[in-house]
């Protein structure tokens, strides 16, 4: 099975939509508003991001397993602060280590940002390491629970979660593909090659 299998090509339900739009329909009327999930799936692979929905974590497993088959990341050592993670993928024929110079780097986030496609993470996932400092590739589990429309939201989410400790090291992954030089908006991030597991919780 290819891994881009699971990639979300086919022309979603607004593009078709709007094939079929109605042309008596006044050019001054609002154009509907994108979904924040089909917004974030937009902009996450405009970003360059690998996206994969899973409807299960049975799902999730087969699909971490092709990963790691197309990037013989098989008896690796994966760097993961998370130990429920660890749990999880623990059939999965990888070392674990918190050592942050494995293979790749396995996490969650703390939420993704429908309108840039960012993922927003913190010291509840990456300690206080900076992103240049760990593994060029990353893979993030997440839950569609966790889409949200803006960065504004995920901070108040951060907020209203850890009312007795707000997590530090707040920031985004967003750059996950080399860009030029002159793209003005990606300069001085830090750039990730991640795949996205995006379980479906709702």
């Known amino acids: 099975m290819s891994l881009f299998r699971k990639f979300l090509r086919s022309k979603s339900k607004s593009d078709k939509n709007k094939d079929s ?3 008596e329909q006044s050019k001054y009327m609002p154009e509907p508003e994108t979904p924040t999930d089909e917004n974030f799936m937009i902009n996450f692979k405009k970003n360059g991001g690998k996206f994969l929905y899973c409807t299960d974590k049975n799902e999730v497993l087969d699909v971490f397993r092709e990963i790691l088959k197309e990037n013989n990341w098989h008896d690796a050592e994966a760097c993961c602060f998370d130990e429920s993670l660890q749990e999880m993928f623990k059939t999965s024929d990888i070392n674990f280590s918190k050592k942050i110079n494995g293979s790749f780097f396995l996490s969650t986030c703390e939420y993704l940002i429908a309108n840039t496609g960012a993922l927003l993470v913190s010291s509840n996932q990456i300690k206080e390491t900076k992103l240049h400092e760990l593994p060029h590739d990353f893979i ?11 960065i504004g939201e995920g901070l108040r989410g951060i907020k209203t979660k850890n009312r007795n400790k707000i997590p530090t090291n707040i920031t985004t992954i967003k750059t996950f593909e080399n860009k030029e030089e002159s793209d003005f908006m990606s300069y001085g991030s830090t750039t990730k090659n991640l795949y996205l597991l995006l379980l479906e919780d709702l």
């Not at 993030?140 to 803006?150: C, G, H, K, N, P």
């Open 140 to 150: 993030i589990f997440a839950a569609t629970s966790q889409l949200i429309d803006t």
């Open 21 to 23: 739009k109605d042309p």
